[in-house]
C-alpha cells in the first residue's frame, strides 16, 4: 500500500473510532443517568475518554505522516507509541476510579437501577463495538494507532457483555422479588469489569515503555526479519550476522554486521546489493524501515 494510502485509511479510521465513539458516549451518559447504573456511567464515561483520545491519535498521526522536516530530521513516529501509552494510563485510572466508586457503593447498600434500559443498551453498545473493532482490524495493518483503537473496542465489547449478562441476572432477581440482592448487581458489575479491563490498559503501557526505550521488538516483529535475513544468508552465502532490532511506532530498525573474509573478494557493491534484496524481502505497508548492513574483516571493529 503506498504511503498516502496508508495515511489515508489511518485518518479515516481514527475518525470512524471517535465519531463512534462520539455517539456511544452521548448514549452512555444519558443512559446511565436515567437507569440510575454506574456501569452504564462507565461505559459511557469509557466511551467519551475513546473519544478525547482518537482524537489525539488524529492529531498524532498527521504529524507522524508529514514525515522528516528540518526542525524533526527523522520524523516524529516517536508520537506512536507515546499516544498509545498515554491512551493505557488514562484508561487505567479511569478503571481505578470506578473501582473505587463501586466499592462505596456497595458498602453503602448498592444501587437499585433499572435493568430495561440496561439491557438495551448494553445490546446495542454489544453490537456497536464487536463492529467497529472488526472494521478497524480489517485496517490496521502497519499502524499503532488503529491497533490501540481496536484494543479499546474489543476492551468496550467485552464490558458491553458484562452487562448484558448482569443485567439479566438483575431482571431475574427483580422478578423473583430479591430487590436486596439485585441491589448489588451494578456495583459489582463495575468490579468485574474493572478486572477484566485491568490487563489491558497495562500491556498498553508496557509496550508503549519497550519501544520508547528501545527495547528488543516482540516476535511478531522479529520473527520476518530473522526469516529474511537467513533467506540472505543462504543466497549470498553469509556467516551468522551480528544483529540489532527496535522498533518506535511505524519505524523499524535493522542493523547486520557480517564478519567476512577479506580474501574472499567482497565489495562495497555487495552489501549494497544485499541491501537492497533484505529491504525488498522486510518491506511492509505504512512501516519506516531503516537498514543498516555492513560488511566487516575486522573481529574487533568495534572495539
Known amino acids: 500500500m503506498p504511503e498516502a494510502d496508508h495515511a489515508t485509511v489511518e485518518r479515516r479510521g481514527l475518525i470512524a473510532s471517535a465519531a463512534t465513539a462520539a455517539v456511544m458516549a452521548a448514549a452512555g451518559i444519558s443512559a446511565g443517568v436515567l437507569a440510575d447504573s454506574q456501569i452504564i456511567l462507565l461505559d459511557g464515561f469509557y466511551a467519551l475518554v475513546g473519544l478525547l483520545l482518537a482524537w489525539l491519535g488524529l492529531h498524532a498521526g498527521r504529524l507522524i505522516n508529514a514525515g522528516p522536516t528540518e526542525r524533526y530530521p527523522f520524523g516524529r513516529e516517536t508520537l506512536g507509541p507515546l499516544v498509545v501509552g498515554i491512551q493505557g494510563l488514562v484508561l487505567l485510572g479511569s478503571l481505578g476510579y470506578a473501582g473505587l466508586e463501586a466499592i462505596q457503593t456497595i458498602a453503602s447498600g448498592g444501587v437499585a437501577a433499572a435493568t430495561g434500559i440496561g439491557l438495551v443498551y448494553a445490546g446495542l453498545t454489544l453490537v456497536a463495538s464487536m463492529g467497529i473493532a472488526a472494521w478497524l ?23 458491553s457483555l458484562v452487562m448484558l449478562a448482569g443485567f439479566g441476572l438483575a431482571a431475574l432477581l ?7 440482592a439485585a441491589a448489588f448487581v451494578d456495583p459489582t458489575l463495575v468490579l468485574v469489569a474493572v478486572l477484566l ?8 503501557i508496557r509496550a508503549s515503555l519497550r519501544e520508547l526505550l528501545e527495547g528488543t521488538p516482540g516476535d511478531e516483529v522479529r520473527r520476518p526479519v530473522e526469516v529474511a535475513v537467513a533467506s540472505i544468508r ?5 556467516p551468522e550476522p551480528s544483529m540489532r532490532l527496535g522498533k518506535l ?7 547486520l554486521d557480517f564478519l567476512v573474509s577479506q580474501t574472499d573478494g567482497w565489495s562495497v557493491g555487495d552489501a549494497d546489493r544485499i541491501r537492497r534484496e533484505l529491504a525488498a524481502d522486510l518491506r511492509q505497508p505504512g512501516q519506516v524501515l531503516w537498514l543498516n ?6 573481529p574487533n571493529w568495534d572495539t
Open 234 to 238: 543462504e543466497r549470498h552465502d553469509l
Open 137 to 159: 482490524r480489517r485496517h490496521q495493518a502497519g499502524s499503532d494507532l488503529l491497533t490501540a483503537e481496536a484494543i479499546q473496542w474489543r476492551a468496550s465489547a467485552v464490558l
Open 174 to 180: 427483580v422478578a423473583m422479588d430479591q430487590n436486596d
Open 197 to 204: 479491563l485491568g490487563p489491558t490498559p497495562v500491556r498498553m
Open 293 to 298: 548492513v555492513e560488511l566487516h574483516s575486522d
Open 249 to 255: 511506532g511505524r519505524k523499524l530498525y535493522v542493523e
